[in-house]
Nanobody, 121 residues
Framework: QVQLVESGGVLVQAGGSLRLSCAAS????????MAWHRQALGNQRELVAA???????DVADSVKGRFTISRDNAKNTVSLQMNALKPEDTAVYYC???????????????WGQGTQVTVSS
């Protein structure tokens, strides 16, 4: 079984910065893409940023220039550096990973339990 555990969500003032981390653990061979998503109250979950195993990134237009995704393949972690935070960034943030569990077969997607980020105005 693969577990993803997020950390770093707190209450922060608008304009501030925050860094979220997500660590993958368990029995698996390797991790392909990793990503951060968020879901604000009453809204659908949306993709915030994604990163391939080779380090290619993609960031949503709503956070471009403010958020940066990175990963450490040796530690099986993915991070999200969030700067210039706005009240509309308030949401539960989830990490996901596309994981090769078995040597032969398709990868499986795993999700963390989420971490709350609240940005006060």
């Amino acid at each position: 079984q693969v577990q993803l555990v997020e950390s770093g969500g707190v209450l922060v003032q608008a304009g501030g910065s925050l860094r979220l981390s997500c660590a993958a653990s368990g029995a698996f061979l390797s991790i392909n893409d990793m990503a951060w998503h968020r879901q604000a109250l009453g809204n659908q979950r949306e993709l915030v940023a994604a990163i391939t195993s080779g380090g290619t990134t993609d960031v949503a237009d709503s956070v471009k220039g403010r958020f940066t995704i990175s990963r450490d393949n040796a530690k099986n972690t993915v991070s999200l550096q969030m700067n210039a935070l706005k009240p509309e960034d308030t949401a539960v943030y989830y990490c996901s990973a596309d994981v090769n569990v078995f040597r032969f077969g398709v990868p499986s997607e795993f999700w963390g339990q989420g971490t709350q980020v609240t940005v006060s105005s």
